[in-house]
């Protein structure tokens, strides 16, 4: 398969939707009474899944009919002014914004869908079925999230996200069209390990926002080192498994890294929340303590699912690695749970344990 690069304007595109998620998750920034409220959860995820869907819905068409051509540029173009639309109605008064929103999402979805009628009239063989089959499905459910705008209250937000489950099916429930056109692996990878690294350049940026130490003190000094670590941990993690341990050459429908991504992007967005607030001390110590590990965890299986699919077989690891790997993470977790721990040494046992999960997926 011939090697397909990464475009500029394709890594333009990311950051608009990586500022579009570090927007929604100001959402579980949101502590009252020092708790994160259900609402604030419920409304993070819902602006989050959209918003990944949008940004994977396009990557997997460029990811197959992308040539970079004025046209494609040109819609490109125009999905990142309904991408702006989104941006601007990201807010925890999500309901005030909602019109605007879906305006922005549905143009998205609505743009990428015409993208693959418009390939599939130069299409040829089982691509051109491929494109067939997205550009039609795709408007099932596009026009059940259109019908939200006929409801109000809670009522509109499950009208949504039925056309928004039903949209993410497709390629699911279309899977034999799809693996006789497979996605470019290496293309693939590249382009969601791009995402993942602004995100986690957005979690230092957030981070050392939060953070601004006084002279000479040491504790939010120490924190700051502390969180740095655990961040590069988690890149070292993620990208050394991407750069050496993913056989790029393996085909298939690509839909475990794509569906794996979402909770890895999601979890990461958790991850970044959680420091922030174990900094600033305004969560209860017994949440705060089941959101972090909760997060880690969620990270750590995604990730682990993900890459072990593509994972060459004398790099793949055994049941005793993720025995072990759960072992120290429950262990932190119930040892928090009987001894209240000063938060700086929570994020010192997530550092270990990411610094283990590094070492030993990459080694």
């Given at each position: 398969m011939e090697e397909k690069k990464v475009t500029w304007l394709e890594l333009f595109y990311d950051l608009l939707f990586a500022a579009a998620v570090a927007k929604a998750t100001h959402a579980i920034l949101h502590v009252e009474e020092g708790y994160i409220h259900t609402e604030y959860l419920v409304k993070f995820v819902l602006m989050f899944v959209p918003v990944w869907w949008a940004w994977t819905g396009q990557t997997m068409f460029i990811n197959r009919f992308g040539e970079d051509s004025s046209y494609q540029r040109l819609f490109m173009i125009l999905q990142m002014v309904f991408v702006l639309t989104m941006i601007s109605s990201l807010?925890?008064?999500?309901?005030?914004?909602?019109?605007?929103?879906?305006?922005?999402?549905?143009?998205?979805?609505?743009l990428t869908a015409i993208q693959y009628l418009v390939v599939q009239d130069v299409e040829k063989g089982d691509v051109k079925r491929i494109a067939w089959y997205l550009g039609r499905t795709f408007w099932i459910g596009i026009a059940v999230s259109s019908l939200s705008l006929f409801f109000d209250s809670w009522f509109r937000y499950a009208v949504l996200y039925a056309g928004i489950v039903i949209d993410m099916l497709m390629p699911i429930v279309g899977r034999r069209y799809l693996v006789k056109g497979p996605p470019h692996t290496a293309h693939l990878l590249e382009r969601f390990a791009l995402l993942t690294l602004i995100l986690f350049g957005e979690t230092v940026v957030s981070t050392l926002a939060v953070m601004q130490p006084q002279k000479r003190d040491w504790n939010s000094i120490s924190f700051s080192i502390l969180s740095f670590i655990l961040i590069i941990a988690m890149w070292w993690q993620y990208f050394d498994n991407v750069e050496k341990k993913v056989n790029k050459e393996i085909q298939t429908a690509g839909q475990?890294?794509?569906?794996?991504?979402?909770?890895?992007?999601?979890?990461?967005?958790?991850?970044?929340?959680?420091?922030?607030?174990?900094?600033?001390?305004?969560?209860?110590?017994?949440?705060?303590?089941?959101?972090?590990?909760?997060?880690?965890?969620?990270?750590?299986?995604?990730?682990?699912?993900?890459?072990?699919?593509?994972?060459?077989?004398?790099?793949?690891?055994?049941?005793?690695?993720?025995?072990?790997?759960?072992?120290?993470?429950v262990a932190f977790l119930i040892i928090n749970l009987i001894v209240v721990t000063p938060n700086i040494l929570i994020i010192g046992e997530l550092a270990l344990f990411f610094i283990l999960y590094a070492v030993l997926t990459t080694r």
């Open positions: 807010s925890v008064d999500f309901d005030h914004y909602y019109l605007s929103f879906l305006i922005g999402y549905l143009g998205l979805r609505g475990t890294i794509i569906y794996g991504h979402l909770f890895i992007l999601m979890s990461l967005s958790m991850i970044a929340a959680s420091i922030q607030l174990l900094f600033l001390h305004e969560v209860d110590y017994a949440f705060i303590v089941y959101f972090v590990f909760g997060s880690v965890f969620v990270y750590f299986v995604a990730t682990t699912l993900v890459f072990h699919q593509y994972r060459y077989e004398k790099d793949r690891l055994g049941y005793h690695h993720l025995g072990l790997f759960l072992g120290v993470l």
